[in-house]
């Protein structure tokens, strides 16, 4: 489920295309692991995407989740917006965007508004 030519581009640009794993530096590791995640493809599992969710108050993104949700890809959406589209309760929400300043009213609001 990887982009395999976007993956190449990227790993040519970072110069380590072509570098054995052994003889990589850590910032070098970093930056392949980066490029892995970084290039999600389109092509759908066999039994379909996995949607979001919530366990024992966690947000759930296993690795078939759709492409989208993947808020660490350049393409992925926010986890807000994950937790908005999914209607996360506010107790699992605030473990996510506090650090963003956000509210509970303002999340109720974007989550339901009027």
Known sequence: MINLPDLADRLNQYGIM???FLSMTKSEILLLIGA???CPGDEVPPDGWDKPHIDDNTLVLTFAVHPKYKWW???GQSIQETLIEIGAPWEVARKYLCSNHMTEEVYLNKLIPF
Do not use: E, G, Q, R
């Open 18 to 20: 072509n570098k054995s």
């Open 73 to 75: 890809t350049p393409d």
């Open 36 to 38: 892995i995640y970084s």
